[in-house]
């Protein structure tokens, strides 16, 4: 029994148990979560939800699109629900999508979608939702995941067709995501970092295929060249790879390349946080 | 399909799968909120539980009490547990209150409960549930959340009869609790900081009605003043109505009148934690 | 009705609707946990996953280990997932084992399952499973929770025989944890910090016995002495049997000996962390 991750992308429809995956900005110290858990269950009391995360910094669009993106090829749920929204109750866009494999994705137009739209096989239809028949009234100024995304998200999973819930839109107007992207330059990948985990291990915009290009070698050195410091490593497979207390340039398990200090946070070494470029050299 | 939140607080029993909404102030560090959820799947195994927040500050009763509030407008649980417990194991009653509403409450008897009986229409029958039936033996001195509340909780939510569970107690008895009131006086709205959410975003202790009584206008400025310094902003609907960095006055999703930062914290900028006075006055 | 926690351990592996504790360091700020769960719904949609925490400190096999032990007496979970694994990708092993009282084990050989097999009878059938054919793959190197403990969990619960699961394995050459030990010479109780909760609640490697063994009286008074600073405290029951701001030993509720500090955090006043000594006398 193989199960590939990349051949096993399904997003079934289950009548009986329909799931959605849930993912904010929202923290763990409010009840902001816990309340749109609770309009899921009035609205569908048979969904269930898994929460991918809601510790994404706040406001941090591009790392909430990461994590989004890091979840759906693991995923089954058929309804995708995602709120980091520093836009809410301006003129940005509410919007409800359905894409070519199935899913359907809920939250504002601001790219926090875009990168997941395309993983699921690009949108095959589009909504406006912020005067939804689903939403709850009055509809706060500054809660729409409470009053517009989850009741959106629960009627979603209960079976109702897209178009009845919003104002059809032109899918080629999402608003799109901008993501920094490395390059190879005279034998140097300049790469940027895009997020920092809990254990401090940063993960580039580069692939494998970047750091090939600037000449580096698994098992062999490196160099990660931080505005001005230059900090000696390898490109290895794992963390027990290289010694406690030493950096490793390794692939992670989202196929990017990645800096992680074995036994301590790559991060706070480097002093490298979301955003900040990283230069990498091959040494001998 | 119009689902206004004011009319369609339902409580109801599904027999099938009842709903336990849970608050804490465990925290999310320790196993303390796992254990709870594993008695009340071994006490009830269909029930489904809600986590509200485990993240109320510690020992914050009135935090605790304003988080529940917050949610009980969209929840349809029939039971709801609240642990925010700094007299755990002394002199304080342990309770199970069923409401008007037909939704039940289980808690310590410190004021935890006191302002959702009051959403839940009053509270019809009491039980002091220290030595209930349903407890876990030996009961701990420490940690009545695992002992006592999960397990009558979850009866609950089995079905037992509040009158079995405990021993019956006079409601007039219970412990209110005590807020901070807005006053309005000389043109200027005294009010407190109650809550501070995880955005830096400051709910105050008053309403709109407070706003229009100090003479403020939707649109208009005003200063915000804690202790000497005064900090211009207005009164907008949401945090985009103001500029990046800018102070806001807006009424919040609980339709209490609030302070946020747009793109920042309102906390920070302010110095003002909860408990402490924000007086607001109308500007030019 | 009474329910000892004693008496009740059950470990029924539920065909409908089988349950899964989860523990791992994960933390809440990634997607790590959910990733985990998606794949546990795609592998056995019905079962259901209860999280004792992933907030147990960053590669913390010692910590992980005590709250998972502290789960065990209360979980009817035919399955515990437990993930504290800073070894990952390197030569440890990832095992599943087959307790005497019927759950099952799934981790990683480095001691953080030792503890909990004992609390379940001792291991009766062991498998090694990084090449199992529940696997996904490609396996990453540094997220095995989500390609091979998680699957591996789910097929578990799914009713899968351990033994199709991986390589028999002699569980006589499974990791052991070593953990401190408390001792008690010239009536002075040498303990050492097991873990401090969210609250700065420490619980000692010492039981009611080795406080009772250093002369030490249920009510009386006491020393903790920490390095060269000595604190006057009282064995009591509970946190309210001390005035506010003061100190107390005391049973906790798995327990153990314990130092808190009525409404606030014995940790920061002690200065005292995970693995540190802290002696205790018996005072007038």
């Keep these: 029994v193989r199960r590939s991750r990349t051949t096993e992308r399904r997003f079934v429809s289950d009548a009986a148990v329909p799931l959605i995956a849930f993912l904010s900005d929202y923290g763990y110290g409010d009840e902001f979560v816990g309340v749109c858990h609770a309009v899921i269950a009035r609205r569908c009391p048979r969904a269930r939800v898994i929460d991918i995360t809601h510790g994404v ?120 995501l901008e993501l920094p992207r490395a390059l190879v330059l005279d034998g140097r990948l300049r790469a940027h970092a895009l997020t920092v985990d809990a254990f401090g291990n940063i993960a580039l915009d580069a692939t494998l295929e970047d750091a090939l290009a600037a000449g ?49 946070s790559a991060a706070a070494r480097l002093a490298c946080s979301p955003g900040e470029e990283l230069a990498i050299e091959r040494s001998a």
Tied chains: 1, 2, 3.
Aim: hydrophobic content about 45%; proline content about 4%; aromatic content about 4%.
């Design 57 to 176: 910094r706040r406001h941090d669009v591009i790392g909430g699109s990461l994590a989004l993106c890091a979840a759906i090829p693991y995923m089954s749920a058929s309804v995708l629900l995602a709120v980091v929204d520093p836009g809410v109750g301006g003129a940005r866009r509410a919007v409800a999508l359905r894409c070519a494999q199935g899913a359907s994705l809920v939250g504002p137009d601001n790219g926090l979608l875009a990168a997941a739209t395309h993983a699921l096989g690009g949108v095959q239809e589009a909504v406006e939702i912020s005067r939804s028949a689903e939403r709850l009234q009055p509809v706060s100024a500054t809660f729409h995941g409470r009053d517009v995304f989850a009741p959106v998200a629960a009627a979603l999973a209960d079976g109702a067709a897209l178009r009845e819930l919003g104002e059809p839109l032109d899918a080629r107007t999402l608003v799109a």
């Design 216 to 264: 580096l070698t698994e098992g062999g050195g490196c160099m990660l060249v931080r505005g001005d410091v230059r900090h000696p490593s390898r490109f290895v497979r794992t963390f027990s790879d290289v010694a406690d207390g030493e950096l490793l340039l390794y692939l992670d398990a989202n196929e990017r390349l990645a800096v992680a200090l074995n036994g301590g």
